[in-house]
């Protein structure tokens, strides 16, 4: 992202410059926003001038022919003297244009709060799309291991048997299931408008001689043109700080997917049972060469520890207006609101990566769940024997007790075949021990609806890449 004067070369914004996608950083920009806010002036003369106002003739043509020559470090110098930032930058597009036509009727916030909220709508569109992309690779991902079998964890303690598509999965259903709540942010977002300084469209109400209708109509182009169906129909000078809340809200729970699946793959990663790819000549560490360390999955994990501060920050806003809208909140606003795009574009640009590279170690997960198979076993065993007549309660404790001492010998160098041994020669366990052996292995297949559970989570994807193929195959050039 661009920054004034010499800042650029000691304050760089890193969120822009190491993680976020060429596209978001374009967004929020300093230079796009002023040209967006340039065409919005723009829009209003032009529907102003339609609607009966005078407009001397060639002046929107004299600002459409201006509007890229963006000096932000000019704007900047207006700005230090001026301590107002939009009256800076109305100077310069009309010294630029040789005309004083634009910004009649308006207040700064018509101009400052619709603009943010097309860059927050053209972000969420992003963002919306990266969600695509990344749903159709780990629907892939998630039928492609539907069938190898691993020891799943609860508590990061082994449990019983899933597979590694289902653990997939679990990522991708709550990817969709966020999806669905920033669609739904998507469809009833509204614009600010045309409102002035205090709400009441009084402004531009007396600009056209009291005429409201033709301040409505005006209102309703300018919405159209950027993009928007509907307004807000009393706001103060701001919109309500809550809907900001709301959609950065939105954003966490959309990186919450991918973030909680990097945090899987970290701890596979720490136990050779899965790596998230290693490029040729790439490096783990500095000082130990044999590092393949699972630093993208890392940093997933932190960029989503900045969104959650910068949902803190959109939240601090809540609530927090003053009658009809102060600024206290601009310098908020102003980092949290690009800052939680930037850092939900780089999540998914890593995330991308991550799910596209990643790889079990399917002999190291074998050797693990063959090791682990009587433990995953003890739920099986505890049924069969409630099966054969036993209570639930004391076949609880037997396969328990049983359990937990195999585990103490397996951690003194023991075998964990030991268990069948030990709980199928207690007389008190209706099963002998070639029963208990055979129910324990058969365990090792024992998955119950893992594929069927795969199965209906991927076909929801399939709508989703059907319906914008070209957003689904989008694939980060790079990340760093």
């Known amino acids: 992202m661009e920054l004034n004067g010499d800042r650029a070369a000691v304050v760089p914004d890193v969120l822009a410059a190491r993680y976020a996608s060429p596209e978001m950083t374009a967004i929020w920009s300093p230079r796009g926003k002023v040209v967006a806010e340039r065409r919005l002036w723009i829009a209003v003369l032009r529907a102003q001038a339609d609607l009966g106002l005078a407009v001397p003739d060639g002046a929107i043509e004299a600002y459409e022919a201006v509007v890229d020559e963006v000096d932000l470090d000019s704007i900047m110098e ?39 909220q097309v860059q927050i709508r053209d972000s969420v569109d992003l963002v919306l799309g990266r969600s695509v992309a990344l749903a159709s690779v780990l629907a892939a991902r998630a039928t492609e291991y539907a069938d190898l079998n691993l020891a799943a964890r609860t508590h990061n303690v082994a449990a019983q048997v899933t597979t590694f598509g289902r653990r997939i999965a679990m990522a991708l259903e709550e990817l969709l299931v966020a999806r669905e709540r920033l669609v739904s942010w998507r469809g009833r977002c509204r614009l600010r408008g045309l409102k002035g300084a205090v709400g009441t469209q009084l402004d531009l109400v007396t600009l056209f001689d009291g005429d409201a209708a033709r301040a409505i109509e005006l209102e309703a182009r300018v919405a159209a043109e950027l993009g928007f169906v509907d307004t807000l129909d009393a706001p103060g000078q701001v919109y309500p700080r809550s809907l900001d809340h709301e959609v950065v809200g939105a954003l966490v729970q959309m990186a919450a997917g991918p973030a909680d699946f990097a945090r899987t793959l970290r701890l596979m990663a720490g136990h050779d049972l899965a790596g998230e790819g290693f490029g040729a000549g790439q490096v783990g560490s500095s000082a130990m060469p044999h590092k393949m360390n699972a630093r993208s999955s890392e940093r997933i994990g932190g960029l989503l520890t900045v969104l959650r501060g910068f949902e803190a920050m959109t939240a601090g806003l809540v609530g927090d207006q003053w009658n009809e809208g102060d600024v206290s909140c601009s310098v908020v606003r102003r980092v949290a609101l690009p800052g939680a795009f930037l850092a939900a574009d780089g999540l998914f640009e890593t995330a991308l990566v991550v799910a596209s590279d990643m790889a079990p170690v399917e002999a190291a997960i074998a050797a693990e769940l063959d090791k682990m198979l009587p433990f995953l076993a003890t739920s099986r065993l505890m049924l069969a024997a409630t099966v054969a007549g036993l209570g639930r309660e004391e076949a609880h404790e037997l396969v328990g007790s049983a359990a937990r001492a195999t585990l103490d010998d397996v951690r003194r160098g023991g075998s964990s075949a030991a268990l069948a041994q030990r709980l199928g020669a207690d007389p008190r366990f209706p099963l002998d021990v070639e029963a208990t052996a055979a129910t324990i292995a058969d365990a090792g297949d024992q998955t119950g609806r893992a594929r069927e559970q795969v199965r209906s989570v991927t076909d929801r994807v399939a709508g989703l890449v059907a319906a914008a193929p070209e957003i689904a195959s989008y694939r980060p050039t790079a990340i760093l």
Do not use: P, W, Y
Request: aromatic share 2%.
């Open 78 to 116: 207006r700005e230090r003297v001026l301590r107002h930032d939009v009256k800076a930058r109305i100077e310069e597009f009309c010294d630029l244009a040789g005309h004083q036509v634009i910004h009649r009727g308006m207040t700064s916030r018509d101009l400052t709060e619709n603009i943010e």
